[in-house]
């Protein structure tokens, strides 16, 4: 079993629809819960990062990280056709950073 | 500051040909590490380092060599490349107190015939 499972999508949705993007764990010991955004032929650029459970927002994205059920989500509001890239949850225990396999999205205007 | 710098941008390799992947970063970042990027895999970490002259294995470092003579560089050494190989390979470097962000490089794309 993998430590990070990510749904693999692909998700295509509508110009602003909101958005829910969730990845499971298994390793009680990970501290920090990040998301990444992809462009194709890009590296990985920090969206957000938490630490603790509940809620955390920056604009139109909201963390959600709920440590009793090892679930964490990443909601998007208003989506854009500039959102339109992959997403990867990732996580991190002392010095490792485990990835999710990543979700697809693509926004239709 | 140019951040993290990955060279090559595009290698094709032989089996069995050996190649080095070139990483620097400009932010005084103690910890770096390496990953390959597969379809529907995510990203994998090779191996990682938290200070000049000290390195670690993670997740899938078969095949793989790496070594820290300074804060800034920290080269991947493919030793007899493969076919399962094939792949793009970025480089990450943060600092390592705390939470601190990790910040990638632009990515090798990698073909082993």
């Known amino acids: 079993q993998k430590e990070v499972e990510q749904d693999p999508g692909p998700l295509s949705v509508p110009e602003g629809a909101i958005v829910s993007l969730n990845c499971t764990y298994s390793n009680s010991a990970f501290q920090y819960f990040m998301w990444y955004r992809q462009y194709s032929r890009k590296g990985p650029e920090l969206l957000m990062y938490t630490y603790s459970s509940g809620n955390k927002e920056d604009g139109r994205f909201t963390a959600q990280v709920d440590k009793s059920s090892k679930y964490i989500s990443l909601f998007i509001r208003d989506s854009q056709p500039s959102d339109s890239a992959t997403y990867l949850c990732?996580?991190?225990?002392?010095?490792?950073?485990?990835f999710g396999s990543g979700t697809k999205l693509n926004v239709k205007p | 500051n140019a951040g993290v710098t990955q060279t090559p941008k595009f290698q094709v390799l032989k089996t069995g040909q050996s190649m080095t992947l070139q990483c620097a970063q400009d932010?005084?970042?103690?910890?770096m590490s390496w990953y390959r990027q597969d379809p529907g895999m995510g990203l994998r970490l090779i191996h990682y380092s938290v200070g000049a002259g000290i390195t670690d294995q993670g997740e899938v470092p078969n095949g793989y060599n790496v070594s820290r003579s300074t804060t800034e560089d920290f080269p991947l050494r493919l030793l007899s490349a493969a076919p399962s190989q094939t792949s793009v390979y970025f480089c990450a470097s943060s600092g390592t107190s705390g939470y601190n962000e990790q910040f990638f490089g632009p990515g090798t794309r990698l073909t082993v015939l």
């Open positions: 932010m005084n970042h103690e910890y």
């Open positions: 990732a996580m991190r225990a002392f010095n490792k950073f485990y």
